[in-house]
């Protein structure tokens, strides 16, 4: 009986232990955290999003084209250090939107100047379409998150 008891007893501490919080319990909102983020009383933050589109300008030659993509990649790190850039990826398919980019600037002219910066676009490999974007300022760690998972940069 007392090994029922003992029993009985771990299985009500795990379960309290490994419950979920509610849904309905709003968790603590971080004061410090909204600021360092650039958040606005919703969580949220002006960005600009850009639509990364085949440009008029296609390499042919293979190795010409792979030096140029990682010129390109390289760009998208030095961005992504720097800040004023929070996410970048290509689309899986083979359509003439090839990806996007989020920046950390709250103005079109601010974008299109950091888009000059970037090999394919001033190769004409690429153009970009801007537009602006607004959304959770949490985006502002997915740079921070990423370098913690990565194993190899796609620049190297």
């Known amino acids: 009986m007392k090994k029922l008891t003992l029993l009985i007893a771990i299985m009500?501490?795990?379960?309290?232990?490994?419950?979920?919080e509610?849904?309905?319990t709003k968790p603590v909102f971080d004061a410090a955290l909204a600021k360092k983020l650039g958040a606005d009383?919703?969580?949220?933050k002006k960005y600009v999003m850009a639509f990364l589109k085949a440009g008029p300008n296609r390499l042919q030659?293979?190795?010409?084209?792979?030096?140029?993509?990682m010129a390109h990649l390289k760009n998208i790190t030095r961005l992504a250090n720097e800040g004023k850039l929070v996410v970048a990826g290509p689309?899986?398919?083979?359509q003439p939107i090839r990806g996007i980019f989020i920046f950390n600037v709250?103005?079109?002219?601010?974008?299109?100047q950091l888009t000059e910066t970037d090999p394919a676009?001033?190769?004409g490999s690429l153009v970009m379409e801007l537009h602006p974007f607004y959304c959770s300022a949490a985006l502002m760690e997915v740079n921070s998150i990423h370098h913690r998972?990565?194993?190899?940069?796609?620049?190297?």
């Not at 689309?91 to 083979?94: G, H, I, L, V, Y």
């Not at 709250?106 to 299109?112: D, F, H, L, S, V």
């Open 22 to 24: 509610p849904s309905n």
């Open 121 to 123: 676009v001033k190769a």
């Open 61 to 69: 030659d293979s190795a010409a084209l792979m030096q140029l993509q």
């Open 91 to 94: 689309f899986m398919d083979d």
């Open 106 to 112: 709250e103005t079109i002219e601010e974008a299109k």
């Open 12 to 20: 009500a501490f795990a379960f309290t232990c490994f419950a979920q």
């Open 149 to 156: 998972i990565e194993s190899k940069s796609v620049a190297d």
């Open 41 to 44: 009383k919703y969580g949220m």
